[in-house]
């Protein structure tokens, strides 16, 4: 199993977490680099990685996170997709009511 920490704090955090249980900070996988990242979350709504490797990126949540929350990964700001290239590949999604 891979482990993944905060980029804040260094706490681990797991792939399903969308916020750091130690610091709050907001988390987002991104899958190019298949890594989860905390975020700064700007004003403007974009999101900036503080993962090394995506150090002063911006983002956004994929739809089905901000909307559904049922998706924790995030796409480019500069993105015209509003859905992840993983719900890209979903045609449904489970009846939410039913939780």
């Not at 130690?22 to 899958?31: E, F, R, V, W």
């Not at 975020?39 to 503080?50: A, C, H, M, Q, T």
Request: glycine residues 4%.
């Amino acid at each position: 199993m891979k482990t993944f920490h905060c980029n804040r704090c260094e706490q681990l955090v797991f792939f399903e977490n969308t916020h750091c249980e130690n610091c709050g900070a907001q988390l987002g996988y991104l899958p190019e680099i298949k890594q989860i990242s905390a975020f700064e979350v700007i004003e403007d709504g974009r999101w900036k990685s503080l993962h090394p490797e995506a150090k002063d990126q911006f983002f956004r949540p994929c739809h089905n996170y901000a909307v559904e929350n049922v998706c924790n990964w995030v796409v480019p700001a500069d993105s015209p997709e509003t859905l992840c290239c993983s719900c890209q590949l979903t045609s449904t999604i489970p009846n939410l009511s039913t939780r």
